[in-house]
């Protein structure tokens, strides 16, 4: 019995120094808080997963644009990205374009003013492109000026009073019967909602041209000056144009005037400021020393044509 005693109080002693080994019980969450930490360890030592350095951009804010605000700025389509005439920058950088990719137009270029146009809404402009259509410049100023009088002044000038007027009011003041259908025609796109300023003003030069000459008495012709002088687009080149057809062909010192397509190919180098160019061309037509064939810009014998100034 004392050998079973002893035989115990051995057991239980060694069960106690075992037990001074153990770490203290742990609660269910902490048991699972330490699982989710060592599973955490475990994948970040066997896991590597690389990460590419960010750099962090300097944010700067542009200057606005000169002519940004202009109501006449053509909205630009990205592949077309050359702002409106509106600007005198615009201008000068149209006039540097023509000069590099033109030699022969660089006597032209420097013997002119810098041209300016000047701005109409839509409305009153296309308007006036009615009244003036095959007309002498003083008689249609004066039909225009009592045609706006008629209106209540120039400001007046919109499509309800235009639509407003009957044709023997126009015709009293030397308006035709025909001219008075256009004006009301081109009155009632308007006031109907067909035709907007807005909406002139965001269309591209294709749409505008093909909407515009849904309208009766208005042609491509009339359209196109619309665009180059109330728009101010840059590269619009009116290849019906009589003066700038006979521009290009003392220009380039041709036997015949050049038919579209040949006028297309002969300016194409002045894309995208085609508009300029054919303002030039008006301008060339205005000056008396032009030479023929035979003699370039710096008067040596040549088969191209130029300007001598």
Partial sequence: MIQNLAFALKSFTAAMASASNLSPPMS???RLKSKSQSLLQSQSETLEIPFRSTKIRKMTVKPPIAGENDPTRSVLNPAY???SLSSTDEICTAIDHLRRSDPLLINLLDSCETPKFK???PFLALTKSILYQQLATKAAESIYNRFAALCGGEAAVVPGAVLGLSAQQLRVIGVSGRKASYLHDLA??????????????EMDDETL??????????????VQMFMIFSLHRPDVLPVGDLGVRKGVQRLYGLKELPKPVEMEKLCDKWKPYRSMGAWYMWRLMELKEIVSKGRDLSGKSETRGGVVL
């Avoid at 006031?191 to 807005?198: F, P, Q």
């Avoid at 041209?209 to 009339?222: D, E, M, N």
């Fill in 28 to 30: 269910k969450r902490t």
């Fill in 81 to 83: 990205p050359v702002k």
């Fill in 119 to 121: 701005s109409n809404p």
């Fill in 209 to 222: 041209v093909r909407t515009l000459t849904a309208v009766k008495g208005i042609g491509v012709w009339s």
């Fill in 188 to 201: 009632g796109k308007f006031v109907e909602g067909i035709l907007t300023e807005s909406s002139i003003l």
